[in-house]
């Protein structure tokens, strides 16, 4: 068996925040329409493309909208008519174009945007929640959360690949944690354009092209007459994501030797751990430095990142998760009223695991709203209790708020 050796002279390194890799990764990809409307922290990218177009490094019609709903408007109606596309936004901004959201999906075009994820207001905040993408994710929007800004470019590459393909045409967000990620700088190793054009193959929209060579039917009005039908094929198309994203996978693994041993799901040093935590975005920071930290001390803890939140990983994380005795879901958002009174995260997981052969413990925890930074006093704490879960069996608090003043 040969191993195939990637040419490291068709990559450069450079420091770069997580927005300006998403806003290279539009340039490598040959996007055709980027639309924009400033919001923070989204906006960071909306200045590297401006940059990026000024050198001459990228070329497309870059349109700043007067509204965060005309934004999505312009590329939903761009990708039907066959353009690559690329938008974005933040929080509220991204509720103000909640119609054109919607409307996406149900007309299958694959649109790819970026989710500064940010507080909804009142009360008035900049800082990171992840409550804002999470919105769609009943709609048919493909959720991809990123750690890195490495991961943020890796992923950008992936969400037109599996968004364009004929078998799934659903939009896709890439949802990068405000500030953490949309600010902060990373060493990224940008690739050779010849790579990303083996990697992603032209948008091609077929016999579904809006055009006048080509007269067929956008929006119908439907009504009971076929609604139902057309939400099943919807849902079809969301069920067969999850293949095109391990062939996906695979190819970015092939070619640029990155994206970790499974594409929905990171594992770190959970294979002989009793506990372990499960997050999503920049959270994996502080928790890979606790795990650590406990490690030295003996003890036995892990952690599990979810990449994709839609399509959800239900099989990895049944078949990762029954391996220990109790385990810990940290959401860095909110949804109020729910079971348990727990987070979106904790709830979806409780769900996938329902019908497994072994149900661990869950314990749910809610940190980081609003920007507050999760540190490593605090995901110790989480450990301390999913441990205690695991010790006693007894789940005396289903659900804690941590870091959260009296």
Not at 35 to 62: H, N, W
Not at 346 to 369: F, H, W
């Amino acid at each position: 068996m040969t191993t195939e050796v990637k040419d490291t002279a068709l990559e450069r390194e450079e420091l770069i925040s997580g927005a300006e890799a998403i806003a290279i990764a539009c340039a490598l990809a040959d996007v055709d329409v980027i639309t924009a409307y400033p919001i923070r922290p989204y906006d960071t990218v909306m200045q590297f493309v401006s940059k990026l177009i000024a050198d001459g490094e990228l070329k497309c019609e870059y349109i700043v909208a007067e509204s965060e709903h005309s934004q999505f408007e312009i590329v939903k109606h761009a990708s039907a008519v066959g353009a690559r596309v690329f938008s974005g936004s933040s929080g509220v901004g991204w509720f103000y174009a909640f119609e054109a959201l919607a409307v996406t999906c149900g007309l299958r075009l694959p649109v790819v945007a970026m989710v500064g994820n940010r507080a909804l207001d009142d009360p008035g905040a900049f800082g990171c929640e992840h409550n804002d993408a999470l919105a769609v994710r009943d709609l048919g929007w493909m959720l991809r959360w990123v750690d890195t800004a490495q991961e943020a470019m890796d992923a950008a590459f992936m969400a037109w690949r599996v968004a364009e393909d004929k078998r799934v045409f659903l939009p896709c967000a890439i949802s990068t944690d405000g500030a953490f990620l949309t600010h902060s700088q990373q060493i990224v190793m940008i690739p050779d354009k010849r790579l990303v054009d083996e990697f992603l193959p032209p948008y091609d929209r077929g016999e579904f092209v809006l055009h006048p060579d080509n007269p067929i039917t956008i929006a119908p009005q439907v009504n009971e007459d076929w609604l139902m039908e057309i939400r099943r094929q919807t849902d079809a198309a969301m069920r067969r994501a999850r293949d095109v994203i391990t062939e996906a996978h695979n190819d970015l693994k092939r070619i640029f030797n990155r994206g970790g041993d499974d594409p929905f799901i990171e594992e770190y040093m959970t294979d002989d751990a009793d506990v372990v935590l499960v997050g999503m975005g920049t959270l994996a920071l502080p928790l890979k430095v606790t795990v650590r930290r406990l490690r030295e001390q003996g003890r036995k803890v892990g952690f599990v990142r979810i990449k994709w939140f839609r399509p959800f990983p239900q099989p990895e994380l049944r078949a990762v998760l029954s391996r220990f005795k109790a385990v810990g879901i940290i959401d860095r958002d909110y949804s109020l009223g729910s079971p348990d009174n727990g987070g979106v995260l904790y709830n979806e997981v409780r769900s996938a695991l329902y019908d497994g052969d072994k149900r661990v413990p869950i314990v749910g925890y809610i940190a980081g709203l609003g920007g507050r930074e999760v540190t490593v006093p605090m995901t110790t704490e989480m450990f301390d209790y999913t441990q205690k879960v695991a010790d006693t069996g007894i789940i005396e608090e289903p659900l804690r708020w941590i870091g959260v003043r009296d």
